[in-house]
């Protein structure tokens, strides 16, 4: 029975998140949403709703990912307590929010809000940890400023995100308008006198009831973050707090064995594979040059042709990507949105070219992709962006994912159940956050699938 809960704000924070935790020798298994995290009925619900609920009853940790981070707050926090309470009736007694490491939010949330809520839920009074830092990726906090590979957040290229551009680098900065609790700040002196010093100045009286931004630059200073915290009801953060956590199959003598918590592939080697990237990062904008310099066979997405006839459109790129197939099956084709920063729509709503917004348009029409190509038989699926994995796992109809072979810091391969057209389908799934991976994710990750 898992004892962990967690509640990502994203597809790929959930398998971000996940990943790390299977490294630190903890079963994980990721939920759609927490509706599958609901036994079904007495004598079975039927097969998947059957295997999901048994992975989950033996599962050390769940993750139920959300599409939370830039949905509506009311929403945002509806969903979250109902995750909450899902892990709760599944036996889970710990709780981890995990947001982006770039703190993606707005002056209204959807952090604080989400962590208000959880921590009302929980009748938690004391402190609570916000730790955004992930140093395998490049994310470091130092006096409570977010550094992005040495960069502050506010000059990375974060600024310019289509959804949640980060203009202020200073995390308290960043909190304080989003929650009802006051806001403070440890900082990284008090992490380096160790898990003790650092549990007495959590506890000060004057932190009670308090979020506190933690400064963390090394693996060491979450380890100490994570000893310090242990006995916190909730923790929050990107994955990298996760770093100091110990699982049930960490033996006290030895490291964690990774590969007993890790679930085999689903798909063979030479299945119909495929890359959908409607991330607008420069890591992703990178990978999808890379990917083309490569010779990875491509199409950008027409947001014309979409808006003119979206089913005709979606069917455009659906035979191309088939066709791709049937001339090889080495070299993946890649529908992807963005590939030059001039190709973000920036207009909103009744703003945006026909009342149709870019972000809704380019998620509605990946999501049908992946459906049909699906359908059609891709077996391999990588997805970039963390919106994008939302509207494509959801448009899959997956309940879980069972983490798998690791690809880079933060992503990895999962396997999972997706029922279209009536019929069920093993794939496997990368859902790469759009500022990880190396430049030649697009062609690489698949060697890693056994
Ligand atoms: N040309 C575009 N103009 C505006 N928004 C876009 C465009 N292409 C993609 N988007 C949207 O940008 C968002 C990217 O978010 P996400 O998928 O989380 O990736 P990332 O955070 O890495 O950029 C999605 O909602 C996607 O639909
Ligand atoms: O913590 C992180 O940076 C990632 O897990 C994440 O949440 C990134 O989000 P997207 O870039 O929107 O995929």
Known sequence: MPTLGAIADDFTGATDLATTLVARGFRTVVTVGPAS??????????????????????????????????????????????????LRAA????????????????PQGN??????VLLDALGA????????????????????????????????????????????????????????????????GKVREGAAALRDALNAPELSGSLVVVDAVTEEDLGTIAAATADHPLVTGAAG???????????????????????????????????LSGSASSATRAQVAHARDAGLPSRKLDLDALRADFEAAVEDLVAFARSCWEESTDRPPLLYAVGDPADLETGDGDAAPGGVPASALVEKALAACAKRLVAAGARRVLVAGGETSGAVVTALAVRALAIGAPIAPGVTWASARSRVDGR?????????????GSTDIFTEAWSTLA
């Open 111 to 116: 952090i604080g809000p989400v962590t208000d």
């Open 125 to 188: 009074t004391g402190p609570t940890v916000v730790v955004p830092s992930f140093p395998a990726t490049g994310r470091t906090v130092a006096d409570g400023l977010l550094y992005v590979h040495g960069e502050p957040l506010e000059l990375s290229p974060m600024r310019h995100h289509p959804l949640t551009p980060m203009r202020d680098s200073d995390v308290v900065r960043l909190l304080s308008p989003q929650t009802r609790r006051p806001v403070a700040l440890v900082a990284l």
């Open 91 to 106: 036996g889970c007694t710990r709780f981890y929010f995990k947001y982006c490491s770039t703190f993606d939010s707005t």
């Open 241 to 275: 707090l996760a770093v100091g956590l110990r699982g049930p199959r960490a033996t006290a003598a030895a490291a964690p064995d990774p590969d007993t918590a890790r679930a085999p592939a689903a798909s063979r080697p030479g299945d119909p594979a495929l890359v």
């Open 37 to 86: 995290l609901v036994p079904p009925p007495a004598g079975g619900g039927g097969g998947e709703e059957d295997a999901v609920a048994r992975g989950v009853l033996d599962a050390d940790a769940v993750v139920v990912a959300l599409k939370s981070r830039s949905a509506p707050v009311e929403e945002a926090v509806g969903d979250s307590l109902a995750a909450l309470e899902g």
């Open 424 to 436: 069920e389908h093993e794939v496997d799934l990368a859902l790469k956050s759009g500022n990880f």
